[in-house]
């Protein structure tokens, strides 16, 4: 994010002496502050300075963390998919759960892992050390903690955390509309896609969003802040590439102070929030492919948001999809809201997912072409993941399957699961 902003106490020049300036027990006054460059691709891309109070290297334990099952079997035999997604979560499981150590996995693969989780109670401190994070709210509302400042989250933001981030997830307790988090990690950045920014990196006139449709961290935040002791000691889970499933692993690292000890900080890396409803559409008089609604881009994957919007005005327009084939990847739908037009009548609804993977034609359900004719608005919300690597489908994503998707374009032909033979 070629952004540069600048927060709480730095000094006027880069790499030079910071100190404290108030008297205090720890750092006393006159101490230097430890800078910290928080940078990407070695010295070579986007980077923050951060000004902490204490070494930012020390730690004072370590011991593993078993990072929930992240194992993976294969979609096959290759069928489409539906998965429920707020069948994973019942009310009871809600008050233990925390948006960080109670994700579980629906689809995965050598590049990216998408988990589910709806938390009732606090996280702990953690840093994903693997990748970045995008975090989609899909309902309810909570806090983001970061060593960056704090982020007031809500329905239909996207949260994006770099890599290495410290902080920790707050939900808003809600019996009624609890805080249900979709969310992708990757195991390289997440960014807006390039083509809709200068070779500087500012958003450009043809982007569906730009940098006022961003919310930054509010900060600094310090330990003092959340009512907690600077010196409190304090674990932070942190995920890192290893050997168990997926190639994750886990460590709790016990620091003997509290992470939130960051003064100052500026930069081009920190956490935002983008959310949904700043999404610009962009329409056309015939249906327009799904690139047109791109948010972001990782590694051999990208996001794109389907958000209410005017349909197709051509006077012979089909406005629900054609049917297609992209050979090149899987398709990954959430459906988070209004009527999905071109999946009526195959069971999909809120909270669902399909996954169409590549080497499947898919597109309309049988009648939704000529129901959608003369349509002049979907209301539908959806957002997509595509991967071009084949995904995985992890635990929750086996516990979530409906099992009869793949039949709904065959009625009057036959279920899908009698072809085997
Ligand atoms: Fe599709």
């Known amino acids: 994010m070629a952004h540069y902003q600048a927060m709480g106490s730095i000094p006027p020049k880069r790499h030079t002496q910071h100190r404290v300036p108030q008297e205090g027990r720890r750092p006393r006054q006159g101490d230097l502050y430890y800078e910290e460059l928080m940078g990407e691709e070695g010295f070579s891309s986007d980077s923050s300075l951060l000004y902490h ?6 730690v004072s334990g370590a011991r593993e963390w078993v990072v929930g099952d992240l194992a993976t079997s294969p979609n096959q035999p290759l069928v489409p998919r539906h998965l429920k997604l707020h069948d994973l979560f019942a009310e009871q499981d809600i008050r233990t759960t925390d948006a960080v150590t109670g994700r579980r996995l629906v689809l995965g693969n050598g590049d990216v892992r998408i988990l589910y989780v709806v938390p009732g109670q606090d996280s702990p401190w953690y840093r994903n050390a693997i990748g970045d994070e995008c975090v989609y709210v899909e309902r309810g509302s909570g806090r983001v903690e970061t060593v960056f400042g704090s982020l007031e989250v809500g329905e239909g933001d996207y949260v994006v955390i770099p890599r290495a981030t410290t902080h920790r997830w707050l939900p808003k307790r809600s019996r009624s509309n609890p805080l249900r988090l979709y969310v992708v990690e990757a195991n390289s950045h997440i960014a807006p896609p390039k083509r ?3 070779r500087y ?9 730009c940098e006022r449709d961003l919310r930054l961290p509010v900060g600094p935040l310090l330990a003092e802040d959340i009512g907690a002791e600077p010196e409190e000691p304090t674990n932070v889970y942190l ?5 168990g499933p997926g190639g994750v692993a886990g460590t709790i690292h016990t620091l003997p102070f509290h992470p939130l000890d960051v003064v100052g900080w500026d930069g081009c890396l920190y956490p935002y929030v983008f959310n949904i409803s700043d999404y610009e559409p962009i329409t056309g008089r015939i249906h327009q492919p799904p690139p047109a609604h791109q948010v972001f881009e990782g590694w051999n994957f990208v996001i794109c948001n389907f958000v209410p919007r005017k349909v197709d005005y051509h006077p012979l327009a089909i406005p629900v999809p054609y049917y297609h084939s992209n050979v090149d990847s899987d398709e990954v739908m959430f459906y988070v809201d209004g009527d999905y037009e071109a999946r009526k009548g195959s069971g999909i609804g809120r909270g669902s997912i399909s996954l169409h993977p590549g080497g499947h034609p898919h597109g309309p359900q049988p009648g939704a072409m000529e129901a959608s004719l003369g349509v002049e608005r979907f209301d539908e919300l959806a957002v997509m993941v595509d991967t071009f690597r084949p995904l995985e489908l992890g635990e929750a994503g086996r516990a979530a399957d409906d099992g009869v998707y793949a039949s709904s374009w065959s009625r009057g032909w036959g279920s899908a ?5």
């Open 201 to 209: 990196g500012q958003f450009l006139e043809h982007s569906p969003y």
């Open 239 to 243: 995920k890192h590439r290893g050997t």
């Open 53 to 58: 109070r204490y070494i930012p290297s020390t």
């Open 196 to 198: 809709y920014l200068s």
């Open 417 to 421: 699961d009698e072809s085997d033979d």
